[in-house]
């Protein structure tokens, strides 16, 4: 874009601005990746490309040709390996100058890394050849003079091929976001004087009415105006169905149009919509650390000085102990517990396994938001649910129309929505939702009148309506007593019985409830299956919270507990022993949010409450909460396996090339298996984090 254009939009009052799905794919990792990823990779085909002649000329005399051409003490061997000495010094200098230059870091902060393990054992492999080779007098045997020029070669381009495989499984694992960012449509077909504009996304702004053809993808966060459609959006929440919408209905960005075409007022643009606080949201959880990692941390800032400690201990004891040439046994002793202790797995081990944890979730529309919290969601054995909005829809609804003899149920609805057409009582809103969602027209009310506590009053011409409690209509001196057995039926499926009668006589009982949603009881169900204790807490009177209880499964209830004393009730648990996670919408129940081991906020759409909560589920489903806990213990999992193979590989590498079994077996471990073994350690390590990627979330939450 033209800054001409740029200010021209601004004189016009469009504020230009820059969408951070645009900025991220822009700035995204993928591309430095890739470029460091064909740096290493130049690197090591260089390093191959001198190590393979490297290594047969070494050891001319044992190749049939060319000992004849290199005999042993020839002038020509002596230029021969003059040669090599150069060549793996551009090697050291090319391939391997990410070692030094980590090494020197390390030691100008007075710590130690793997590059400092990597650098000595290749250093110290390439200045004991060179030395032997133009300084020869000065090693008592002539045994010791042979150069080891392949080690320093060989050994640099395993590692730095080993470490262009961690780049590219790292790419993998956090593909992720790259989807996630990929997500973000280009243009939007916005109205502006009357007119559909096709804009670059970046010049939307608050406001704009925005139009969408079936097919496309919503470009914003918004709010349906005119028309109606379904959409995907299970690229952002992970429900897979579309999802039906209307005026009045959010949408979100990046989701897709199915079906019909409908325009939307804008009202989240850039980083406030949702795909940008996703992104943002599973790059920091990436980027966070699990607690065990911080254990890792603190372990390897010791284990990497212990084993430069060992690799001298190695030295001096096969100097002093071991067979002729000692010093070139106590060389490659000293080099090879370098190189095989190299740390790369252990280092690896936690934040593979993280990283495509979170990704994972995050492409289920489960946000994680740090390793804090999906390492604590494993430990979780008490899982605390909110009835409204998470359990239930959280709208009120008619359920059951039970009428008196001579009226039937749409009578009954149309009387009652007439006259609470004026209300502002939830219940009243249910009912007339209900009369509308029946296609039901009702009249205009002559008069209204509203008894706080107790019902409404209102006359439909010269006829007069009740509507409310039972004892309401008694005190009008209308008999109701042939409807109180439906209406105790009723209260005691949790429903609320809202009683009608027409002039002095009893028309019917309609039911309201707020109804659980469609998946809450099999959610529930899988919840137990994990092994957690479900319980449910609420402000409803204990009648109506035991019968819903019952309803989906749950046996703990906490009824009539006020907002504020939710929290409470959560830290009463943790005092049983137990480790509790709470379930809610993340505004109401904030203080109970952030009292609980982990906090899981239930959002819908756009309104995700991510700032009170550890876990934040997009969608309103409780199979959310199954899976992120599954997620959770599967990637916890993973990291401890991913830990334990790399101690065992150290605790089993260091004796080896130690040389322990050398007395036993006649066993001494070359620099060059130690490095290759090294290698592979790392892609085991990496392997095992990518199996995360084929778990199924669908069996879990079955």
């Given at each position: 874009m033209t800054s001409a254009h740029t200010a021209a939009t601004d004189r016009i009052g469009h504020r230009h601005h820059v969408s951070p799905t645009a900025s991220a794919e822009a700035a995204s990792p993928a591309g430095d990746r890739q470029a460091e990823y064909g740096t290493l990779m130049r690197k090591w085909w260089f390093g191959a490309a001198v190590g393979v002649p490297t290594m047969i000329l070494s050891y001319p005399w044992l190749i049939p040709g060319l000992r004849d051409l290199f005999p042993r003490e020839s002038p020509q061997l002596w230029w021969l390996w003059v040669a090599m000495g150069v060549a793996s010094l551009a090697v050291l200098v090319y391939s391997g100058e990410q070692f030094f230059a980590g090494a020197w870091e390390a030691l100008r902060h007075r710590s130690a890394n793997m590059h400092t393990l990597i650098a000595i054992g290749t250093g110290t492999a390439w200045i004991y050849s060179t030395v032997a080779l133009l300084l020869p007098q000065l090693f008592p045997s002539e045994a010791m003079t042979d150069v080891y020029y392949d080690v320093t070669v060989v050994v640099t381009a395993l590692v730095v091929l080993g470490m262009a495989m961690e780049v590219k499984a790292r790419g993998r694992t956090s593909e992720a976001i790259e989807k996630l960012i990929g997500l973000a449509p280009k243009t939007a077909r916005v109205i502006r004087d009357e007119a559909e504009l096709e804009i670059p996304v970046e010049e939307v702004v608050v406001g704009d009415i925005v139009a969408v053809r079936p097919g496309s993808k919503v470009p914003v966060d918004g709010v349906v105006t005119i028309g109606a459609s379904?959409?995907?959006?299970?690229?952002?929440?992970?429900?897979?169905?579309?999802?039906?919408?209307?005026?009045?209905?959010?949408?979100?960005?990046?989701?897709?149009?199915?079906?019909?075409?409908?325009?939307?007022?804008?009202?989240?643009?850039?980083?406030?919509?949702?795909?940008?606080?996703?992104?943002?949201?599973?790059?920091?959880?990436?980027?966070?650390?699990?607690?065990?990692?911080?254990?890792?941390?603190?372990?390897?800032?010791?284990?990497?000085?212990?084993?430069?400690?060992?690799?001298?201990?190695?030295?001096?004891?096969?100097?002093?102990?071991?067979?002729?040439?000692?010093?070139?046994?106590?060389?490659?002793?000293?080099?090879?517990?370098?190189?095989?202790?190299?740390?790369?797995a252990l280092g690896m081990a936690t934040p593979m396994a993280l990283t495509t944890g979170v990704g994972l979730a995050a492409t289920n529309g489960i946000l994680i938001r740090s390793g804090d919290a999906l390492q604590a969601a494993k430990k979780i054995d008490t899982i605390v649910l909110d009835k409204t909005g998470t359990i239930t829809l959280g709208r009120p609804a008619v359920t059951d129309i039970v009428p008196a003899g001579g009226f039937e149920p749409d009578d009954v609805l149309a009387l009652a929505a007439a006259a609470e057409r004026d209300s502002e009582h939830p219940l009243a809103a249910a009912i007339v939702d209900g009369a509308t969602e029946r296609a039901i027209t009702l009249a205009a009310p002559a008069g209204f009148e509203a008894v706080p506590g107790q019902g409404i009053r209102a006359w439909l011409g010269e006829r007069r309506v009740l509507v409310g409690k039972q004892d309401f209509l008694e005190a009008a001196g209308v008999n109701a007593a042939g409807l109180e057995g439906e209406a105790a039926r009723l209260a005691d499926e949790g429903k609320t019985p809202v009683f009608v009668a027409l002039d002095d006589r009893a028309a019917g009982v309609i039911a309201i409830a707020d109804p659980v949603k469609s998946d809450s009881v099999a959610s529930i169900a899988a919840l137990r299956k994990l092994g957690l204790q479900v319980v449910m807490i609420t402000g409803d009177n204990r009648r109506t919270a035991d019968a819903i209880g019952r309803s989906v499964g749950i046996r703990r209830v906490?009824?009539?507990?006020?907002?504020?004393?939710?929290?409470?009730?959560?830290?009463?648990?943790?005092?049983?022993?137990?480790?509790?996670?709470m379930v809610g919408d993340g505004i109401n129940d904030a203080p109970a949010l952030a009292q609980a081991d982990v906090g899981f906020a239930i959002g819908t759409g756009t309104d995700v409450a991510i700032e009170a909560s550890d876990i934040t589920l997009i969608s309103g489903s409780l199979r959310g909460v199954v899976s992120a806990i599954a997620i959770s213990r599967a990637t916890m999992r993973n990291v401890y396996q991913n830990l334990f193979g790399a101690f065992v590989y150290n605790a089993l590498g260091l004796p080896v090339a130690l040389g322990v079994l050398y007395p036993v077996i006649g066993l001494l471990l070359s620099p060059i298996l130690a490095a290759l073994a090294m290698s592979f350690s790392s892609v085991t390590v990496i392997s095992n984090a990518n199996r995360l990627k084929r778990f199924k979330l669908a069996e879990v939450a079955a």
């Open positions: 379904a959409v995907d959006e299970s690229m952002i929440t992970g429900e897979s169905m579309p999802v039906a919408k209307s005026p009045g209905d959010e949408v979100i960005g990046a989701t897709i149009n199915k079906t019909g075409a409908f325009r939307f007022r804008a009202t989240k643009i850039g980083s406030d919509t949702a795909l940008a606080t996703i992104v943002r949201m599973v790059g920091d959880a990436q980027a966070s650390k699990v607690p065990i990692q911080r254990i890792v941390d603190v372990v390897s800032g010791y284990f990497t000085p212990a084993v430069l400690i060992l690799s001298v201990l190695g030295f001096v004891i096969w100097y002093d102990f071991g067979p002729a040439p000692a010093f070139a046994y106590a060389t490659i002793v000293a080099v090879t517990t370098l190189i095989i202790a190299c740390p790369c906490l009824a009539e507990v006020l907002p504020q004393d939710k929290a409470h009730e959560v830290r009463k648990l943790q005092l049983e022993g137990r480790t509790v996670a």
